[in-house]
């Protein structure tokens, strides 16, 4: 029997011992032991519930009882997780998570202290909620060099941007609709800013490229200004505007951004829609691949956090190697990224394209008959500097989505 | 050192060599060790190729050979693979294929050597190409109990559907051309009639369900009725006709079968185009997924191939648990399996609809103006064998296709 201790019973806590109960005789029977819950850490009680039994306030019961061998870190945020998960791991329990920004923040330190200790800090429902996504770049994708890893990696701003596709809705309406149903928090910062996105795509290029991503080295932009116009627009050119977190080699260096970027058919992340998330990987022999699933959610998220329980389980005291070391890995400056720019500007298309066509070249325009004010236009593709210093002498421009297509 | 053999130097044999040629520092780092290619074996010479120097034509001197620790079997075919592979396992080295014809026929007994003793016989190539699917079964969905694997598991009928549908052609004439471009093989029988597809859905199947599917048990139709007509129709109603290959659990009972299905846009195998490859899995707590890539092609399945090597050379003398039990998994009769069917018939609706209706029920209707002498109708959800025994007593139906919205 292997023992262990969840942090916290909120929705993923409550989740993670909701998927062990179901599917006790399955998890068990692939973890080669049976996997038994004996404490859940949580500040309340739960009178009534099943679970009241197991409930213990002070985390010192934890960590002194050596029968504790998996500790499950599902209480979100910096602290206390970042301590108990850091004396969990010192004392030589292995430790699966679901915390992004204490992966994002100290997933490195972490990693080595279970390295160095024969245990396991696993954190696959980290990035892409249950998508098998960190387990496949660790031990399946092991042939390759991947050289792009771009994800939609937020399901709250895809279920936004995909319910303003589908209504025509302006973003604010659709992110009080979506509070109302649960699908954003009340506080939406750390979704709509592109924050939670930066973190995910930071975690997942440390894995992919084997070195340290700094999160806070990350261009992130989210989808606040984003408006039902610019959608309008995307429609008519046939494509989507997703909010996609990229990690990319060009030449010899590495860029990283999370940005809304207009995308067509042709990229297999234009129809994942709602709160599905996806991962696109691009390995130098294996090509393209992706991830597809449900990328938040309690059990889906749960089923991911008992999947890193049953590996700890197979490997008690085996470190699984992760290929992610502490050799930082600079990331370019993205004035240096290349890109084609969908611009929106004051004016009609008589009367600005010349200027248009001097500034930028050649472009893609497009007009909208409710927009008679105005119109629209996609660059070739240039450096995000190139474009900069363009537009600054350009007037009436209304706003700028990247475009890859 | 870990000294590999490869059997075969054909289109994945020759991939494999170059993958490993390519990637060689990042593997070997994966791997923990230098991976030293040390023969391959191939009737033929291949003067002025680097690889002439490690050319064998004798099996002997490999399965003789103490120093060779993995086997990459990628001739494929049931014989002499079947032999080699055996031998190779009962004395103590491990194998790598991409051989589905092998895996479907002789899965069980191979994992069983490899079990007892305490190696690997890895086949991570055998379904999907370059996907990772069958590493991420075995060890990332552990929590789950899988209910559902449906698949896009053959790139030529894949390419061949999707021509079809670009460039409205017939089957015939698409078949030609995918032949002359490479797509297709010469004798294209395995993959246009759909067994290819059937044995990889009883490989993801054992593995998914934990007990063995017996690919003969399967229902298996092809393609090769399919018409531009049909295409057309699809076209009208928004959906797409895939060959899907499904396993699903139904009550306490399974069923498999491989065949054209048509599927509207709610369903994420709908983009999947061209030599593209997608296995959707559903779980019972993690709910959709679904694995996307190139399911074919020499370097991403050389690249699978080659991540079984890594993985074998990490566990060379530890046995990785595969959910493959020998306990046999009995089918369902297709006759009691559910689904809503698209139905061409001869005749004007007008003439014809009080018939249909009287059958069927209440069903969708579709004409095409260009089809005057006929028309087509969907029915409502009902078995195979409900199906069938009202469609025998109608003349005139010129052609059935599954659908699945």
Not at 65 to 80: A, K
Not at 121 to 149: H, K
Not at 298 to 319: G, I, M, Q
Not at 321 to 333: A, I, P, T, Y
């Amino acid at each position: 029997m292997i023992n262990i201790a969840v942090l916290g019973y909120g929705t993923v806590g409550s989740g993670v011992v909701e998927v062990i109960n179901t599917n006790h005789d399955s998890i068990n029977k692939k973890a080669g032991e049976e996997i038994n819950i004996k404490y859940v850490l949580d500040l309340r009680n739960f009178p009534g519930d099943p679970i009241q039994e197991k409930i213990v306030h002070d985390y010192e019961v934890i960590i002194n009882d050596p029968d504790i061998q998996i500790v499950v870190e599902v209480m979100g945020g910096i602290e206390p997780a970042y301590t108990f998960v850091k004396r969990a791991l010192e004392s030589g329990k292995s430790v699966c998570t679901s915390n992004k920004e204490l992966v994002a923040k100290h997933g490195l330190e972490l990693l080595k202290i279970a390295r160095d200790k024969d245990i396991n800090f696993l954190f696959e429902a980290s990035c892409g909620g249950g998508i098998p996504i960190i387990r496949p770049l660790n031990s399946s994708l092991t042939a390759d060099e991947i050289d792009e890893i771009t994800g939609i990696l937020n399901g709250t701003t895809n279920y936004i941007l995909s319910e303003m596709s589908t209504k025509g809705s302006e973003f604010e309406d659709v992110l009080k609709d979506a509070q109302e149903k649960g699908y954003a928090e009340q506080n939406p910062e750390a979704d709509v800013e592109g924050y939670d996105a930066c973190r995910k795509i930071a975690i997942l290029s440390s894995l992919a490229f084997g070195r340290h991503v700094n999160y806070e080295d990350i261009y992130t932009e989210g989808i606040t200004e984003i408006t039902a116009a610019d959608i309008k627009y995307a429609r008519k050119l046939e494509t989507s505007i997703k909010l996609l977190a990229t990690s990319k080699k060009v030449g010899d260096g590495f860029y990283a951004m999370v940005s809304p970027v207009m995308i067509n058919a042709s990229n297999p992340l234009f129809s994942v829609n709602g709160v599905f998330n996806a991962i696109f990987v691009h390995g130098n022999v294996l090509g393209d691949a992706m991830f597809y699933g449900s990328g938040a959610g309690k059990l889906p998220t749960a089923s991911a956090v008992v999947a890193d329980v049953v590996d700890a389980a197979k490997h008690l005291h085996r470190n699984i190697m992760m290929n992610w070391s502490s050799k930082k890995l600079n990331l370019m400056d993205i004035s240096q990224v290349e890109a084609r720019f969908f611009v929106r500007i004051k004016g009609t298309k008589v009367q600005r394209i010349e200027e248009v066509n001097r500034r930028f070249g050649q472009v893609q325009t497009i007009e909208l008959p409710d927009e008679p004010d105005e119109f629209a236009f996609i660059t070739p593709a240039m450096t995000e500097a190139d474009y900069h210093a363009k537009a600054e002498q350009m007037d009436g421009i209304i706003t700028m989505i990247r475009a890859r297509f």
